[in-house]
């Protein structure tokens, strides 16, 4: 981004010293013999006059017998031009200073219109729009709960890491997966850890990502980070919030939902593009998968949907114990009393009460929290 600044304005001075440098050799170059007008053509009758500029209402010629250059009043007539060209005078006519001065800023002008334009476009469309995580330093041991999620997600490991040997006896991987569940559940971890397992490439995208103020911005991006994942393969293509982008197109809508048709469309044209056995796994969250195009989610593009459910009372005690480290709680608060105390709660629900629970004891100045802390931050986090 400075950089291309940089080579702007670097271009805006070259051309501002262009004009100067022009006027500059205009002015020192100008020096002629000023004649009348009843000299300059009768030099024109006798055949001396080698070439005529005019400019203005001044007339600038130059003679076959001298090197001196001249000058005369221009009488602007209409035939005066056309008689020198019939006498093959050779006859030139210059721009006035207003209109050079105007194409000068027409030209700076379009030079800044286009370097903007130019350095919006790399902004919104640079390559590093997408970043790609080669450690996500997440392992399914950071993942509390989601057993089944990890024993099903095992062989797709392996397919990643051995595509050929699996396509050998006809086994191809998945080339999505998409993961429905409320917000606040793991979703995000789930696949970091997939990846961190698999020891792959992870690039995380948002619906916000492919989000422009410009029109077909959005399609341009999904083909930039379907092209960063093949290059980067084997990976993990992670999309959050896909139910942003994925919904259901309409062809008659606004232009917001044009673009989002557009979007569609490349995601449907990137997910027939490209082979499982290519080593690219596609991970899609969404709250609500009824809410996505029925194109998106049939078989042979997203081929797998899993549930990613709230914690079970087993997954809780696990989050307490994890999120109670380095809090002091009560002995009220013991793993057990808390998961049944948490019914119903999302793993992102459990660790915001549990903190705030440590803070309203702080204010209060006391180091434990208690029972009675833990259903105050329940009250505040809803």
């Known amino acids: 981004m400075k950089k291309n600044s940089k080579r702007f304005f670097v271009f805006v001075i070259a051309a501002l010293l262009c004009a100067a440098a022009y006027f500059a050799w205009d002015y020192f170059d100008g020096r002629e013999e000023k004649l009348s007008y009843i000299d300059f053509w009768n030099c024109v009758e006798a055949g001396d006059v080698a070439s005529v500029k005019f400019d203005g ?22 035939l005066l031009q056309e008689e020198l060209m019939k006498r093959a005078i050779e006859v030139t006519v210059a721009k006035d200073d207003a209109e050079i001065i105007s194409l000068i800023f027409d030209a700076i002008f379009y030079l800044f219109f286009f370097g903007v334009i130019i350095i919006a476009f790399r902004k919104f469309i640079s390559p590093n729009t997408f970043k790609v995580v080669h450690k996500t330093g997440v392992k399914f041991d950071d993942v509390v709960g989601m057993d089944k999620l990890k024993r099903d997600m095992v062989q797709v490991m392996e397919i990643m890491k051995k595509p050929a040997e699996f396509a050998k006896k006809g086994i191809r991987m998945p080339k999505g997966i998409l993961l429905e569940g409320d917000p606040g559940n793991g979703k995000t971890l789930f696949a970091k850890a997939l990846a961190g397992e698999a020891k792959i490439n992870f690039i995380p995208a948002k619906a916000t990502d492919f989000e422009s103020m410009f029109m077909a911005i959005g399609p341009l991006k999904v083909k930039l980070l379907f092209k960063k994942a093949r290059r980067r393969a084997p990976c993990i293509v992670f999309i959050d919030e896909f139910d942003g982008i994925g919904t259901i197109r309409n062809y008659n809508g606004s232009a ?6 557009r979007i569609v469309t490349a995601l449907l044209n990137e997910l027939d593009g490209f082979e499982a056995s290519k080593g690219v796994l596609v991970i899609a969250a969404t709250n609500s998968i009824k809410a996505l195009d029925p194109a998106l989610i049939r078989p042979g593009r997203f081929d797998a949907k899993l549930t990613v459910p709230y914690p079970d009372e087993a997954a809780r005690r696990q989050l307490v114990e994890m999120y109670s480290r380095g809090k002091q709680p009560a002995a009220e608060c013991s793993p057990e009393n808390l998961a049944h105390e ?41």
């Open 256 to 261: 917001l939902e044009t673009e989002n048709t």
């Open 57 to 78: 209402d001044v007339i600038h010629f130059s003679t076959k017998a001298s090197p001196v250059k001249f000058k005369t009043q221009n009488p602007n007539s209409p």
């Open 342 to 382: 948490f019914q119903g709660f999302s793993c992102a629900k459990i660790e915001s009460v549990l903190n705030s629970a440590a803070l309203l004891a702080g204010q209060a100045g006391r180091e434990e929290f208690t029972l009675e802390d833990v259903k105050a931050a329940c009250s505040e986090v809803e």
